[in-house]
């Protein structure tokens, strides 16, 4: 597959809010989007560190798949996610070679990225994301 670079790494909080200023204040990071996505039940905040985003992840249902990670792990690093040309045959070639996919075909995610999530259990415990932007 061909992966261009790191297109942003996901991580899990319990409060934007809270955990914004970390990123504007210390870090000198600037936020410039919120978005809700109903699907994953998150609300994400995106800052850009070069061509890499932070995207910090609240959740808006304890039962959805941000809630249960911070119940079991706490705050932290969710999944990272990789940039790829073409996201339809990166998945063929993954499953091709006996990666477990959660989404074997790709969804809508934020900043309506065509997304997908391989399995930590394939992946030697890392969420891992495959991303392509079809809008530029
Ligand atoms: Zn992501």
Do not use: W
Not at 51 to 60: A, Y
Request: charged share 30%.
């Amino acid at each position: 597959m061909n992966i261009s670079h790191i297109e942003h790494i996901g991580i899990a909080v319990r409060s934007l809010d809270e955990s914004i200023p970390y990123y504007e204040k210390v870090l000198g990071l600037k936020c410039y989007a919120i978005e809700e996505v109903g699907d994953q039940k998150v609300k994400t905040a995106f800052f850009m560190v070069g061509q890499t985003k932070i995207e910090l992840l609240e959740t808006t249902d304890d039962e959805g798949p941000i809630g249960k990670f911070l119940d079991k792990k706490g705050e932290g690093i969710h999944h990272i996610a990789f940039a790829v040309k073409d996201i339809e045959d990166a998945l063929k070639e993954t499953e091709s070679k006996g990666i477990r996919l959660i989404d074997k075909t790709p969804r809508k995610g934020a900043e309506k990225l065509d997304i997908a999530f391989l399995h930590p259990k394939s992946t030697y415990g890392v969420l891992t994301e495959l991303c392509e932007n079809k809008n530029q």
